[in-house]
């Protein structure tokens, strides 16, 4: 009990390490969704077997006893065993008891909705499969969104415990300038409130942290309580998502998921419209039968002297529909206003194929075009600040001044840290789209 009380424990303390493709990878076999979707095609064959399995032979056995506690009595007139005309003689026919075995051998011979049934099965199978496809390429896309979004909130709080420290510093400094004489009370007040600010925003960044690292845990999988250690930072993640090739690289719809699985949906609603008319079609099977029976006053079933009588029947069954009052026409012109419908819609998501497309390719040059921007602002609020530190120190600067500086440069770190973020975002949705990962050979378990 101890040994696997110890053993429960370790797994549970067990301490994970990935860079941003080896979570892909990890979330791909392991993660909720994915597992589930798996099952989804699992079930997907089992019913296009149970679909096949309709049309092959089917055996039924049967095992009947009967035992007759009060049996039926027959009047039969008594002049038939010579009694006098006009009265009657109570006769029991048959015997108390009785057993019969049968084996029931049947066989579809034709069904046009059966045939059409396989066809469906087939396209069921081949949704599922796409879907498949869509769910690993979601769950990719959550994993490097969560992966990207757990370093932002690392370098976040990096850089407000750097600027939460230099403040330190200088409040301090001013503090002791101040109870010297050479400052004024405001100047400490300033950097006060710019202290209390980011100490507040600091802090909110660490409990955000931990819900991002939850979120990343239970994207692939694994108990959110779980440590983490995370192998790509930020910056070279950036850069390795910069990729202008991708923009100009061309769809193939062949390849988009979605399409696919509209182009399913549209042969699904095709194939109903099909299995209506297959109705009006006659339905032809046949059997064989075989049985054997035997009767008694006692049961002596089981007795090796019993003597069993045996039989044996082979049929053939047609069934011609001939008259519905319609109804067979109206469910058909539904089908036939599904399929139309199913037809246009189609073509809607060709043209949001296209435009998600087209979105996604001006949102990721948008990205990269930010994130250039955000790095050279960044480097000159870095500059600006540094310099009114001087002139602060020196008594050239006022410290509203200094805090304006400051402020400017916090939202440059935060706007640089964000443009990366979207920058992985970005490319990830754009990849989704054109679905570069490709995970159409992907192996199923």
């Known amino acids: 009990m101890l040994l696997l009380a110890g053993l429960g424990l370790s797994a549970q303390e067990r301490t994970y390490s990935f860079t941003i493709e080896e979570a892909v990878n990890f979330a791909i076999d392991s993660s909720y969704t994915t597992?589930?979707?798996?099952r989804d095609i699992a079930r997907a064959l089992k019913q296009k077997w149970e679909t096949t399995a309709t049309?092959?032979?089917?055996?039924?056995?049967?095992?009947d006893y009967q035992n007759q506690l009060k049996q039926p009595v027959t009047p039969l007139p008594a002049e038939i065993i010579g009694g006098e005309p006009g009265t009657f003689v109570p006769v029991v026919f048959g015997v108390k008891q009785q057993m019969s075995l049968t084996a029931t051998l049947r066989q579809l011979i034709f069904d046009g909705s059966y045939l059409v049934a396989l066809e469906a099965a087939s396209t069921f199978l081949d949704y599922s499969q796409n879907f498949n496809e869509k769910t690993m390429l979601e769950v990719r896309k959550g994993v490097i969104n969560a992966y990207g979004g757990v370093l932002v909130a690392q370098e976040n709080v990096s850089i407000l415990e750097r600027n939460l420290n230099t403040l330190a510093d200088n409040l301090e400094e001013t503090r002791i300038?101040?109870?010297?004489?050479?400052?004024?009370?405001?100047?400490?007040?300033q950097l006060q409130v710019t202290y209390l600010q980011v100490e507040n925003e600091l802090n909110n960044g660490k409990r955000y942290l931990s819900i991002a690292r939850q979120m990343f845990n239970l994207a692939l999988g694994i108990p959110v309580e779980a440590d983490v250690i995370f192998e790509d930072d930020l910056n070279s993640l950036a850069i390795d998502n910069v990729s202008l090739q991708l923009i100009d690289t061309t769809l193939?719809?062949?390849?988009?998921?979605?399409?696919?699985?509209a182009r399913n949906l549209n042969e699904q609603r095709a194939l109903e419209l099909k299995l209506e008319k297959s109705r009006a079609l006659p339905t032809l099977s046949g059997f064989v039968n075989y049985g054997t029976q035997a009767f008694d006053n006692d049961f002596i079933f089981?007795?090796?002297?019993?003597?069993?009588?045996?039989?044996?029947?082979?049929?053939?069954?047609?069934?011609?529909?001939?008259?519905?009052?319609?109804q067979r026409s109206a469910r058909t012109q539904q089908a036939k206003i599904a399929y139309e419908q199913a037809k246009t819609s189609f073509r809607e998501t060709v043209q949001q194929i296209e435009l998600e497309l087209n979105t996604a390719r001006s949102d990721?040059?948008?990205?990269?075009e930010n994130y250039q921007i955000s790095k050279q602002n960044l480097d000159l609020a870095e500059r600006i600040e540094k310099k009114n530190q001087i002139k602060f120190r020196e008594g050239i600067a006022s410290s509203f001044e200094l805090r304006q500086a400051q402020t400017q440069l916090y939202t440059a770190q935060r706007e640089y840290i964000e443009s990366m973020f979207e920058l992985i975002k970005g490319k990830a949705e754009l990849e989704t789209i054109l679905n570069t990962p490709d995970f159409r050979n992907t192996q199923l378990d």
């Open 55 to 63: 049309g092959l032979p089917q055996i039924d056995g049967a095992v």
């Open 35 to 38: 597992i589930n979707s798996r």
């Open 177 to 189: 300038t101040y109870e010297n004489g050479f400052a004024e009370e405001e100047d400490v007040e």
């Open 252 to 261: 193939d719809f062949e390849n988009n998921v979605d399409y696919k699985i």
């Open 364 to 368: 990721y040059r948008y990205a990269i």
């Open 302 to 326: 089981f007795d090796t002297e019993t003597r069993w009588y045996q039989s044996s029947i082979l049929g053939v069954s047609m069934n011609i529909p001939i008259f519905s009052s319609l």
